[in-house]
């Protein structure tokens, strides 16, 4: 049974497809590929207009219920809990889903850190930043982090032109190694509109400046217009009370991570609960399906030689051991077929499906 210790949480937190397959939720580290749901034939679909700048949510947003199902078509049922503040091991170990990562009931609290983006026409490679990575807690207060001007990004990226409802897969959860002066290393999924403006986001990322440790942790993002916003907030509404942005994952472990609009938001997905939901009215109900699913891995890093691990640290090309985004589906889309590849010389990728990849390395240390 689920450890529940969250009171409901159906309130706006702002600071700062539907599938048949029935598998169960919790896969094994492999990321092998489940059937795909037989793909709905795309329509034609008007152009999608530019969003409004993002403005102050409304004083009261209608609380909404998720789909009865989740994105591959499971009954949502709770995940198992570990204590509060349990680290990615005692989860592994336990055999558990996720925890919040300390006990003092703080409330969510949106972190704005570097956060990169790969879209139809290229990626973020790089952008300014005062923003200084925090040494990680066991390292001496000598060990002070170096002091910054750039940040660097580099990707191991699945991609297509799809207008969907959303999309959802596999992914390997791992622990990399992040080095002392980079900002973090993930992996996630992304539903963007075709111009790249708008985006959801969900993933699992390693970043001491955003979590606080080194373990991996649940998070969500948006853009609006192409305005990068922040982590795990920013207009996220709540809505499981057993697993929120900002948790405690475990590692190598294999999750399922989905996105999907439904009743006028942008509805998050993890394991067999939904999370949560982005209300349409932040891009002002102009964004509604995608036009674009990204999936990749991501390091940001001080240069673009960093010295930290993507994935589990193993070579994406030539290790059948690497971390793996697999079994990729779009909601009403039309079959997938990923556009699969490297910014980086330090890590690589390897397509091993129309719908699944290895992907990482050591980076270049």
Not at 35 to 54: N, R, Y
Not at 189 to 214: H, I, K, Y
Request: proline share 9%; glycine share 10%; charged share 15%.
């Amino acid at each position: 049974m689920s450890n529940s210790r969250r009171g409901p949480l159906a309130a706006a937190l702002v600071a700062v497809v539907v599938g048949s397959i029935g598998l169960a939720s919790t896969l094994n580290a492999g990321a092998e590929e489940v059937p795909e749901p037989a793909p709905i034939t795309e329509s034609s679909a008007p152009a999608e207009p530019e969003a409004s700048q993002e403005a102050d949510a409304p004083q009261e947003e209608p609380e909404l219920s998720p789909p009865p199902r989740l994105p591959w078509g499971q009954v949502p049922t709770e995940i198992d809990t570990g204590a509060d503040g349990a680290t990615s091991q005692q989860l592994s170990s336990g055999g558990l889903d996720a925890a919040a990562p300390d006990s003092d009931g703080a409330p969510v609290v949106g972190e704005y850190a570097p956060k990169g983006k790969s879209t139809r026409t290229g990626v973020l490679s790089s952008e300014p930043t005062e923003i200084i990575p925090p040494k990680p807690p066991a390292m001496s207060t000598a060990a002070g982090a170096l002091p910054l001007s750039t940040v660097f990004f580099s990707y191991n990226v699945g991609s297509q032109a799809a207008v969907t409802e959303g999309a959802y897969a596999n992914f390997t959860i791992t622990k990399p190694s992040l080095a002392l002066t980079d900002f973090h290393s993930l992996a996630e999924l992304a539903v963007q509109s075709s111009n790249g403006s708008q985006v959801v986001e969900v993933g699992w990322t390693v970043d001491r400046l955003v979590n606080g440790d080194s373990d991996p942790h649940l998070f969500v993002y948006h853009w609006v217009n192409g305005v990068p916003t922040c982590y795990n907030a920013c207009g996220f509404v709540q809505y499981s009370q057993n697993v929120s942005p900002g948790d405690t994952l475990p590692q190598n472990a294999t999750k399922r991570l989905g996105i999907q609009y439904y009743d006028g938001a942008w509805w998050i997905a993890y394991d067999t609960e939904w999370v949560g939901y982005f209300p349409g009215s932040i891009w002002s109900n102009n964004f509604t399906q995608s036009g674009m699913i990204q999936a990749f891995g991501e390091v940001a890093g001080i240069s673009l030689a960093p010295c930290t691990d993507m994935g589990n640290g193993l070579d994406g090309a030539s290790d059948n051991s690497a971390a793996r985004i697999g079994s990729v589906s779009y909601i009403n889309g039309p079959a997938v077929d990923l556009y699969v590849r490297s910014t980086s010389p330090y890590y690589d990728v390897a397509k091993l499906s129309n719908r699944t990849f290895r992907y990482g390395g050591p980076g270049a240390c």
